[in-house]
């Protein structure tokens, strides 16, 4: 399985205490120490946290127990009365590992038993050197044919690192390398928090007849106190999140009744908009009416035109009988053969006959001339209507389409591309609020 962050790989001591050269290895970042008591166990892993985590090293980090007595120095140079070393130079050294990455942090002492005093000094390497196979705390010197290591000095040491890592004396640098390459919180401040932490679970009174309640208080205890600065933004978040609940009531209280004022609006805007389509269906099907009545009279007075102009033909052609027989009637006058008197009452009869048809076919004209003269009179008289009625629908359609914008009545210009597709269809528009029916025809939308 990929490791996506640094674990613990191995923890070196090099000339410290009763260590020569002791590596402990780490498997998957844990290590099991097990040992008789007094073997040194809990003085070894107290190097590696927090020792090694922070560089801090005072009396009472160096007992588990909470001592103040034990002495860094001591622990370099081992106890007196067993060790014979009165100075020493000593490394610890703590090794992470992630993927093919590893990250070293150290600690070098020299330290004299007579003037109980010790020098440090901090480093790191972070090029993936690793001590005791490219890098070592030490150089080899062959004394009367053994061959022994020494500890480098701080000046070796800080010449060795170069630029594949640091090199430093201060603890606090010490301490923000290791969170800045190793752990990553924003601040130091909230790093030594954890260090804390890990002390206070390393107390020994964990080990036996401990409770769950007994681990939350220690956690508990072991947490900071919140200063004044620190709750400042909390109390201002919480100031914040009332005044909005507050105001979020005060907004919903306010929506409820536009919502209440919004469907009455709505509800009197269908009404109307019913209202209005339902007065246009009425003068679309007076326009429909009129527009039949107007085709009706047109067909009508066509034929009318057509049988006038029949009667002018035939009086045309009766007028030109008349004459031929005038004619006929002179050329008869004046042979002799034909003079009889009889025969002229017969012809005088034939053309008074004539004359009473003519007149008869003059009436019928004078007839249809002041029927076409009052149909004509009529047909303006209904094109005046006709013009007067479609401005009237015209003004109503225009009402409807802004009063249609201000209700946000969407299916207006559907309706209107309805009907003018489909000008001789009807469409039903049924109104949910009080079920109602009206139909529109392409008129009513213009």
């Known amino acids: 399985m990929a490791v996506h962050r640094y674990q613990p790989n191995r923890l ?15 498997a998957n970042g844990k290590l099991f120490v097990r040992g008789a008591n007094g073997s040194g166990k809990s003085v070894t892993t107290t190097m590696a946290v927090p020792i090694l985590l922070d560089g801090d090293k005072s009396p009472s980090r160096l007992d588990p127990f909470g001592g103040k ?9 081992g ?73 480098l ?15 430093t004396t201060s603890q606090t640098r010490y301490t923000e390398m290791v969170n800045q390459y190793l752990f990553g919180f924003d601040s130091v401040k909230t790093f030594k928090e954890l260090i804390h932490i890990l002390i206070q679970l390393r107390s020994p009174k964990l080990s036996r007849d401990t409770k769950p309640t007994d681990v939350t208080n220690l ?18 978040t919480i100031g914040t999140i009332d005044a909005h609940q507050e105001k979020l009531e005060k907004l919903e209280h306010s929506l409820r009744y536009l919502q209440a004022l919004q469907t009455a609006y709505q509800t009197y805007n269908e009404h109307r908009v019913y209202e209005i389509a339902k007065e246009n269906t009425e003068v679309e099907k ?3 009416r009129s527009i039949q009545m107007s085709e009706r009279d047109r067909n009508q007075l066509e034929k009318h035109e057509n049988e006038h102009a029949e009667f002018l033909e035939l009086l045309a052609r009766l ?6 027989l005038d004619v006929e009637e002179e050329h008869l006058r004046g042979h002799k053969v034909f003079g009889l008197r009889k025969q002229q009452a017969q012809y005088e009869e034939e053309i008074e006959q004539f004359e009473k048809n003519i007149k008869s076919l003059e009436d019928q004209y004078n007839t249809k001339s002041r029927k076409l003269d009052s149909e004509i009179r009529y047909q303006k008289q209904y094109a005046y209507e006709k013009e007067k009625t479609e401005n009237d629908i015209t003004e109503m359609a225009n009402e409807l389409t802004q009063l ?12 209107v591309s309805h009907l003018e597709e489909n000008p001789d269809r009807e469409l039903t528009i049924f109104e949910e609020t009080g079920k109602k029916s009206c139909r529109l025809t392409k008129n009513n939308f213009l």
């Open 69 to 77: 007595s034990r002495l860094m120095v001591d622990l370099l140079l």
């Open 404 to 415: 249609a914008k201000q209700t946000v009545f969407l299916v207006h210009d559907r309706f």
């Open 79 to 151: 106890e007196k009365n067993i060790s014979q070393k009165e100075d020493a130079t000593g490394y610890l050294y703590f090794e992470f590992k992630k993927g093919d990455s590893y990250l070293t942090f150290g600690i070098g002492m020299h330290g004299k038993r007579k003037e109980r005093s010790i020098d440090y000094w901090y480093f790191m390497i972070n090029n993936d050197r690793r001590v005791g196979h490219d890098f070592f705390l030490y150089f080899e010197e062959n004394v009367r044919g053994e061959i022994k290591k020494f500890p």
């Open 286 to 288: 007076q326009l429909h």
């Open 319 to 324: 007028d030109t009988e008349k004459q031929a």
């Open 219 to 236: 956690l508990s205890d072991s947490l900071p106190e919140l200063t004044d600065e620190d709750l400042s933004p909390m109390i201002q």
């Open 12 to 26: 070196g001591l090099f000339n410290f205490w009763y260590h020569t050269d002791s590596v402990f290895e780490f």
């Open 153 to 167: 000095t701080k000046k070796q040491l800080e010449e060795k690192i170069g630029r594949g890592g640091e090199f």
